[in-house]
C-alpha cells in the first residue's frame, strides 16, 4: 500500500510546518516509521523516526525543533517542523519497514512516499 504525503509548500524562515502522512498498516506495532529529506544535488537524510513503541529518534540537524508523532487510529504519521531554516528546504518524504527502528538510512527503510517539496525562503 503507498505512502502518501501531504502538507509542503513554501514558507519563511522561522515559522513552522506540519507534515502528514497516510500510511494504512504500517502503524502496526510492528513497523518503524520514519521521515527523510532531500536537498537539491544531495543525498537523502533521515531526519526523525519513531517505533511500534511510541519511542522517537532525531538527526542532529533538527533536535528541538522537529518532532515526529503518529495517530494509530488514523493511520497518520506526523512530521511538526518548527524554526525552519533555509536548508530545511527540500523533499521530504515518508518511509516505513517492519521492525524495530534502526539507525536513519535510507537502505534501512523499503517503503517510501513519493515525496513532498518544502521550500523555506524570505
Known amino acids: 500500500v503507498p505512502l502518501m504525503e501531504s502538507g509542503g509548500g513554501s514558507v519563511e524562515p522561522n515559522t513552522s510546518l506540519r507534515l502528514a502522512c497516510k500510511v494504512p498498516?504500517?502503524?502496526?506495532?510492528?513497523?518503524?516509521l520514519g521521515w527523510f529529506r532531500q536537498g537539491p544535488g544531495e543525498e537523502r537524510e533521515g531526519l526523525a523516526s519513531?517505533?511500534?513503541?511510541?519511542?522517537?529518534n532525531y538527526a542532529d540537524s533538527v533536535m528541538g525543533r522537529f518532532a515526529i508523532s503518529k495517530d494509530n487510529a488514523k493511520d497518520i504519521l506526523y512530521l511538526q517542523m518548527n524554526n525552519l531554516k533555509a536548508e530545511d528546504s527540500g523533499i521530504y518524504f515518508c518511509?516505513?519497514?517492519?521492525?524495530?527502528?534502526?539507525?536513519?538510512?535510507?537502505?534501512?527503510?523499503?517503503?517510501w512516499g513519493q515525496g513532498t517539496q518544502v521550500t523555506v525562503a524570505v
Open positions: 518511509v516505513a519497514d517492519a521492525g524495530w527502528c534502526g539507525p536513519l538510512v535510507a537502505g534501512g527503510f523499503a517503503y
Open positions: 498498516g504500517y502503524t502496526y506495532k510492528g513497523y518503524c
Open positions: 519513531i517505533d511500534g513503541d511510541g519511542d522517537t
